[in-house]
């Protein structure tokens, strides 16, 4: 599909009523016609609970079919309406793309008395205590299950660490001790060594851990059909394991196989490191812009439009990132919140959806709105309009203006297999504004009109090509050909 893009179905605060995935089924079509070219599900495994929103992962095999943790469905639904609904964004030429969750384990079965030392949390390479003796949630044997799809149970020495003491009732973090175990050094280095993050901490050292993780994402791909996955929380996880876990499932599965790693992080140049050589093997979610965006949209005026892809990885590695402006992280009252303020976001969304760089990211959030208790209402409206231009108008080469600190231009020259196209794109962070833009003389006397509504007088070129386009203070303005646009909009 030409300019896809791909939307983050699902928010932190979605409703548990195990019909999420019936919602997605019915929802294909639309999806289709808004030139959505790919679904990233949320975790789509059995969690700690039905209302757990995926993160909290007890068993990856349960899909929504086994009584476990006090529920068959998850939160979204159950197996059945999970596999319907993946069929029907195929059906629709649809990519699925599941949200992996291998960093660690929650909910276990059983306690174990294991021995461990505790780490600062602050610096996890600082032992604070001699060896002693916990209770730890770290025995899983999955009764519900009953060893379908895999006999393999999980114990203590297959994790790094845990948080908890169940004989005492303290919490810590609490480094396992044992023969080859240590925290991994392929991660991220913040707190000393960051490969402890929460719950049971998988260990990829082990080798029966490396195995059978392997072994169920061939499984997952397999029963999902997927044509990709996003890999959460990767800056916890063994780099090694991750680039290997990606090669063998794209090898087993023989077909193109998406995979997008969340390494939360606002550094490009250590975001580069992390990006694979020649081959790419994964794509990485840009942090460094969404931070932009959000400073932009925090500060207004004061920011600076002309540095709004500084640091960012769309501009050092455009062709391997998915571009985004908020997620379920991002979301108000979630642990990352930066949440980007609704008078910039129909801006931020232009900045990644009619730009020629980088896999744009539409949040479920932004679109349907924010449920629970602080409700946001969504900008279906801008979004229809924008997805509506990425899919006519944003084609040909780009041109950018960006010669003043509040107001900021890009052209789309528009190219030969999408008559009509082209566009000019122009965003203003402080008062009313315009820019001289010019097209050449093919487009001499052609009438231009503003796609979002904003302005509704029109602009006629000269016949050099050449026109001012305007946009009010706080706001963009899309201007494409008159006559293009009611071809689109009959």
Known sequence: MANGVMIQYFEWYLPSDGNHWNRLRDDAAHLSSLGISGVWLPPCTKATSADDVGYGVYDLYDLGEFDSKGTVRTK???????L?????LHEHGISVYADVVLNHK????????????????????RVVSAPFQITAWTGFDFPGRADKYSNFHWGWQHFTATDYDQKTGRSAVYRIVGENKSFSENVDQEFGNYDYLMFADIDYHHPDVVNETIAWGKWFADTLALDGMRLDAVKHINEDFIERFVDEVRTYVKRPFFAVAEYWKDNDALLQKYL???AYCLTLFDVPLHYNLFEAGTRGRDFDLRTIFDGTLVKSNPMNVVTFVDNHDSQRHQALESWIPAWFKPSAYALILLRKDGYPCVFYGDYYGISGNDPVPGISGDLDRLLLIRQKYAYGDQI????HPNVIAWQRTGDA????SGLAAVISTGDDGYKDLSFGPAAARSVWTDMTGSITDAVTLTEEGAGRFPVKGGSVSVWVRASSAAMSLS
């Not at 979204?76 to 999970?82: H, M």
């Not at 950018?400 to 010669?403: E, L, S």
């Open 276 to 278: 694979c050589d020649e």
């Open 417 to 420: 297999d999408h008559p009509g």
């Open 400 to 403: 950018d203006v960006f010669d």
């Open 106 to 125: 929650a909910g276990a079965d059983r306690t174990e008395d294991i021995t461990v030392i505790e780490v600062d949390r602050q610096n996890r390479d």
């Open 84 to 88: 319907a609904a993946a069929q029907a």
């Open 76 to 82: 979204y639904g159950d197996r059945a309406s999970l």
